[in-house]
Structures are given as structure tokens and as C-alpha cells.
């Protein structure tokens, strides 16, 4: 099984993506997913409250879980971007994207496995600061890398 | 009673002495008269580079009359423009000529892109997007420069100099 490696250019935008640029395209998925949810609750509690008292029950019990429910989000979030598009939103300002390790575009059982593990446990991404091609454990266990593509 | 040695020669020798003595004369007075005219030659070539000389000197000074002329009807034109009376006159014409016909081609350019306002559309969209490449850009190179600074820590510390080479992207689904 050989790698196809690409030829880094001088002064390149290609090579593999650092610690930094994925660490700033996660905070704005974050960012944008945690804002999405909780606009999302305010307005489900809102319409609860209109509904009746079992609505707003049930929107009581979802918001109490959210602190559960969130990362779930944010996993299934991940995982449909990249296995769709290789790459989500907050990584495609940073001009990133999710290859596997020969290149190729991300299935949906390595997308799966990489969002839940960086949603449940994001601080095994903290790997990718000493590795050589910059995986964290996410990207260790889908067999994934982030590379620089515009 | 003397003898005067003179007389005592023949008249022949005396008339010899004399001739040679003549030409002798007249060798010295020819020498004289030749080293008179060099210096009288000479004379035009030392007048020559003199002139030039002089010609040098009265070009080099008219030159620098001429600059502090050009400075000192520049220092008095700059003070002249800012005096009271000379901003008052500018004031009264900009208010007399400028103000309309600067109101009049504002109000046609207006009217022109209530009828018309794909004309400043594409402009206006352009600009939009130009703003937003040149964010994103900053983003970009902020943190690729943050990458830079990361990797060349831990390079150091644990002593890498191999760069891994990335893998080449499978294109796009269509």
C-alpha cells in the first residue's frame, strides 16, 4: 500500500494543516453549532411554552441534557460535513480538508468515528501538536489527515 | 709714447673681427626677437583659458541666482496662499462656482442610479466580496503563521528536521 505524496512547493499552501489553523476552524464550528443549538432551544422552549404543559416539559428535560446532547450535535454536525464535503464550514474558511491518509475522500464510517471521538473527547486532538503529519487521536483511529487545500 | 693695440692690427683682421662680432649681435638680437614673439604667441592661449575660466565662473553664479530666484518667489507664493485675504477670495469662488455645480451633478448622479441601479450593484458587490477575500485572507495567514511558529517549537524541541509530505487530495465527486 504505497502513499501518493505530493511535492510541497516553496512557500506552500499544500502540506499538512498545523495545530493552530485546525484549532481556529474548530472554535468557529463550535461557535456556530453551540449558537445554532441554543437558538434552536430558546425557540423550541418558546413554542413550548405556547403548546401546553407536556411540551414544556419535554423542552425542560432537552435543554437539561444539554450538556449531552450538544456534543451530539456537534458529532453528527462534523461528520455529515466532512463525509459530504470533505470539510466543514469552519474549515473550509481556513482552507482545510479531511483526506484519508492515502488522499483519498472520507467514508462515512471514518467521518462517524472521527466526529464522535473529537466531540467526546476533543483533547486527544492535542496529539497532532507533536505528530509529524499533525493527527490527532481522532484522525489516528479514522486513519484520517487535515491538509491544506483551498 | 703707446701704443693703441687696435691700430696696431691690420685693417683686413679688424673688418673680420667686426663682421663676426656683427653676427654675433645679430644672433643675440634674433634670439631676443623669437623669444619676444613666443611669449607674444603665447599670449592668446593664456587669454583662451582665462575666458574659459571666467565664462565658468559667470555661468556657474548665473545658475545659482537662479535658484534662489525660483526659492524666493516660491517662499513668497506659499506665504501669499496663506494669507486671510487670499483664503477668503478661494472661499468666496469655491461658494460662488464649486457648490452648485457640485449640487447639480449630485443630484443627476442620483437621480441616475435610482433609474439605473445595476450600475452601482456590481460595484457594490465587488466591494462586498473584496472585503470578505481580504478577511478570510488574514484569517489564513494569521494562523498559517501560527502553525509556522508551533511547528518550528516542537521541531526544536524534539530535535525534527524531516518534513512528512501531505497526501494529494482525490478530486472532488461531480
Not at chain 2, 439605473?116 to 477575500?133: K, N, S, W
Amino acid at each position: 500500500m504505497t502513499q501518493r505524496a505530493a511535492t510541497l512547493p516553496v512557500g506552500a499552501q499544500a502540506g499538512y494543516a498545523g495545530p493552530v489553523s485546525r484549532s481556529v476552524a474548530y472554535l468557529l464550528d463550535a461557535l456556530l453549532v453551540s449558537t445554532l443549538a441554543t437558538g434552536t432551544a430558546a425557540v423550541a422552549g418558546l413554542v413550548a411554552e405556547a403548546i401546553g404543559p407536556w411540551a414544556r416539559d419535554l423542552t425542560h428535560a432537552f435543554v437539561a441534557a444539554y450538556v449531552v446532547v450538544l456534543p451530539l450535535i456537534f458529532a453528527i454536525y462534523l461528520g455529515s460535513f466532512w463525509w459530504l464535503a470533505g470539510r466543514t464550514p469552519g474549515m473550509a474558511v481556513l482552507g482545510m480538508r479531511v483526506v484519508t491518509v492515502r488522499g483519498d475522500r472520507v467514508r462515512w464510517p471514518a467521518a462517524l468515528i472521527r466526529a464522535l471521538v473529537l466531540a467526546y473527547f476533543p483533547i486527544g486532538a492535542v496529539w497532532a501538536l507533536v505528530d509529524r503529519r499533525h493527527q490527532g487521536l481522532h484522525d489516528k483511529l479514522a486513519r484520517t489527515t487535515v491538509i491544506h487545500h483551498r | 709714447m703707446t701704443t693703441d693695440p687696435a691700430s696696431a692690427q691690420p685693417a683686413v683682421a679688424r673688418w673680420g673681427d667686426a663682421a663676426v662680432g656683427a653676427v654675433y649681435i645679430a644672433e643675440e638680437i634674433a634670439a631676443a626677437w623669437f623669444a619676444t614673439a613666443r611669449r607674444a604667441a603665447a599670449l592668446p592661449d593664456e587669454m583662451g583659458r582665462r575666458f574659459d575660466v571666467a565664462a565658468s565662473r559667470g555661468a556657474t553664479e548665473r545658475a545659482r541666482a537662479r535658484l534662489r530666484l525660483a526659492a524666493t518667489l516660491d517662499a513668497t507664493a506659499a506665504r501669499l496662499a496663506r494669507t486671510t485675504v487670499v483664503d477668503r477670495m478661494v472661499d468666496a469662488q469655491l461658494d460662488r462656482v464649486l457648490r452648485p455645480l457640485v449640487t447639480a451633478v449630485l443630484d443627476d448622479v442620483l437621480a441616475l442610479l435610482e433609474r439605473e441601479p445595476e450600475r452601482i450593484q456590481a460595484l457594490v458587490r465587488g466591494q462586498r466580496d473584496t472585503m470578505v477575500d481580504e478577511l478570510v485572507g488574514r484569517i489564513r495567514s494569521g494562523a498559517a503563521a501560527g502553525d509556522s511558529a508551533v511547528d518550528r517549537l516542537t521541531a526544536r524541541m524534539l530535535r525534527r528536521d524531516r518534513v512528512v509530505p501531505a497526501p494529494v487530495p482525490a478530486p472532488p465527486l461531480e
